[in-house]
């Protein structure tokens, strides 16, 4: 499942995705916001709080730099959020960092290109390998910062 919600910077952007997903029959379920100015922590919060109850589905967040909405989920214990605005990221940080969050920009580059980002992004699965001992260095910081050590 692929969880997406964006700010009213990202708004544009977030409903054009949607219909590409609709079309590449990914299942999607939209967590706002409906064009009207909201905060865009809120909406990352809602967006990654459900990526994390349901396991193997990906978040997507949208913000007018796509800056905010990432800083913001990335404050979230087991969330790596990755702002990508080149194709060479968006395929890397799958197979590299194992992200389950994109967030992209709704003013910086144009729906087109959010989507093709967003379509590798999707279709990019992670490499595993000496990878895995980087994520696991990435979950043990998160450890350590939660619990005050
Ligand atoms: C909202 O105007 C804007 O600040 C927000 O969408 C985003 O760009 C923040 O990083």
Known sequence: ???????????????????????????YIDCGCDGSSVDYPDIAELVCRRVLKDPGSKGVLVCGTGVGISIAANKIKGIRAALCGDYYTAKYT??????????????AIGC???????NVWLTTEFEGGRHTLRIDKITAIEEKEYTNE
């Open 112 to 118: 087109e290109a959010a989507w093709e980002l967003l």
């Open 94 to 107: 799958r197979l590299h960092n194992d992200t389950n969050v994109i967030c992209l920009s709704g003013r």
């Open 1 to 27: 499942m692929i969880i997406i919600g964006s700010d009213h910077g990202g708004y544009e952007t977030k409903e054009f995705l949607k219909k590409q997903l609709e079309k590449n029959n990914h299942p």
